[in-house]
């Protein structure tokens, strides 16, 4: 039975997936071959001054990708079951509801972490050709944040979907909001690093809200 749950949620996925993976990959491109034209369009000497001294971010194309990675592939996966109520009828399988909805989440945050992991790891390979490892190295715990504002976004836009009550709708989109604009709120070279172990713990408890919209969901019988 779980076994099919995630190979529903494939099924739904798949396309959006390849579609935002594709994405990703076209701009980890372009920034490559924006960085190889600067290096030899400039004087490399430039081109590390920027990078090292000046912390400009040569991957700032990036910056918002991850977020929207999150809500596509949250998207496409609980508007079918909410405009179908198919959801409804997912609750009478025969397992738990809240076990059904944990597996739902983990294909999606599945699919999540697979694109963002392979773009993390392009832009540190392109990085790493040009410039010395530790601008590589900072790079990740820069994109970190951006990860992470994707993943509680992929939350949040599930939790609004699912919630069938308009003032508790509002409610969360503003604390989602909230919560992805702090994660963006910084500029430069692993400005939150400091604080990346305990978001990284605490960004997965942003799922029990999409619980709790479940369980409301549930109880009202719709």
Not at 23 to 45: D, K, S, T
Not at 48 to 70: E, K, N
Request: charged fraction near 10%.
């Amino acid at each position: 039975m779980l076994y099919s749950l995630l190979f529903k949620e494939w099924l739904k996925l798949k396309r959006y997936f390849a579609a935002v993976l594709l994405l990703n990959c076209g701009i980890c491109l372009e920034i490559f071959f924006n960085i190889r034209q600067q290096m030899y369009a400039e004087h490399a000497e430039m081109v590390w001054y920027q990078a090292i001294h000046i912390h400009s971010l040569l991957y700032q194309d990036i910056r918002y990708v991850p977020l929207f990675t999150g809500l596509v592939l949250a998207t496409a996966q609980f508007v079918p079951e909410m405009m179908g109520r198919r959801f409804r009828l997912s609750l009478h399988l025969p397992v738990s509801r809240s076990l059904m909805l944990f597996f739902s989440l983990l294909s999606g945050v599945m699919l999540y972490l697979i694109i963002c992991g392979s773009t993390s790891l392009c832009i540190y390979l392109t990085l790493q050709k040009y410039f010395p490892i530790e601008v590589a190295q900072s790079s990740l715990s820069t994109m970190v944040s951006w990860v992470l504002a994707g993943l509680i976004a992929y939350f949040g836009c599930a939790s609004v979907l699912l919630e069938q009550s308009w003032p508790r709708r509002v409610f969360l989109l503003l604390v989602f909001v909230t919560l992805v604009k702090m994660l963006y709120a910084g500029f430069g070279y692993g400005w939150l690093a400091p604080a990346l172990p305990a978001l990284v713990l605490l960004a997965p408890l942003a799922m029990f809200s999409v619980f709790d919209s479940a369980r409301r969901f549930q109880d009202k019988g719709v």
